[in-house]
Every structure is written in structure tokens, then in C-alpha cells.
């Protein structure tokens, strides 16, 4: 399963790892750390194989997640990943092309969590 994470805070990218790596399931990570390198890695001329999920944080160093979920959702030369955004603060309730918006876990059990749901995602997708 492949997980496309957005996220410029590299500590919670190891925690998401390691939560994946706990669990023992098969989860490949690709990292990037602006909005503008996901959509480069996101494009159909990519050599890079895209993911089905993407991971979005919301405070990201060149636009918002909200924005860059909906760039990837707006145009099919990306895939229409589902996306899910992330956030240090209290989950948005407004309207966009992402399928949800978690709060980031501040405990490892939490992350744990986390992970799990991230992965029944990722199998429900292979389905």
C-alpha cells in the first residue's frame, strides 16, 4: 500500500512511520515536504507511482492543505487521490475535495490510531 504524506514536520513523519512499522503492516511512505513537490510527484508524467491516499497537514510551507487538496482533486493529470487533511488544531468543518480532516495525535497510542485508520483506508481502496 502506498501513502503519499505532505507534511513539512519530519518528526511526525517518523511517528507516522514507526506507527506503520509497529502494526507490522506493508505501508510504503513517500514523504514530500511543500504542496508544490506533491503535485510534482502527483502528475501523470511522474516516474513516480502514485498513491491512492494522500495525507495532507494543513499548514504547509508554500499554501494551505485545503488548496493543495483541491488542486489534486480538481484535475485528473493527478489520479483523484482520496485525501485526508491533518492539523495540529481542532478539525475544520467546511466543505472541500478531501474526504476528512483528522486532528494529529499528541500520545504514541494515539498515533497508533492514527495509523490504523490510515491503513483500513488504504485496504478499502484495494478492494
Given at each position: 500500500y502506498r501513502?503519499?504524506?505532505v507534511e513539512d514536520n519530519g518528526s511526525e513523519v517518523v511517528l507516522i512511520g514507526e506507527a506503520f512499522a509497529a502494526m507490522?503492516?506493508?505501508v510504503e511512505l513517500e514523504h514530500v515536504k511543500t504542496g508544490a513537490q506533491a503535485l510534482a510527484c502527483m502528475r501523470a508524467d511522474s516516474a513516480w507511482r502514485r498513491p491512492k491516499l494522500?495525507?495532507?497537514d494543513y499548514l504547509l510551507p508554500d499554501f494551505r492543505g485545503t488548496?493543495?487538496?483541491n488542486r489534486l482533486a480538481g484535475d485528473?493529470?493527478?489520479?483523484?487521490?482520496?485525501?485526508?487533511?491533518m492539523s495540529g488544531y481542532a478539525p475544520?468543518?467546511?466543505k472541500g475535495q478531501?474526504?476528512?480532516w483528522l486532528e494529529k495525535p499528541t500520545t504514541w497510542n494515539g498515533w497508533q490510531l492514527f495509523a490504523r485508520n490510515l491503513f483500513r483506508r488504504l485496504q478499502a481502496d484495494e478492494i
Open positions: 501513502l503519499l504524506v507490522e503492516v506493508p494522500a495525507l495532507i488548496e493543495l487538496a485528473s493529470q493527478y489520479g483523484n487521490p482520496r485525501i485526508i487533511l475544520c468543518t467546511r478531501w474526504e476528512e
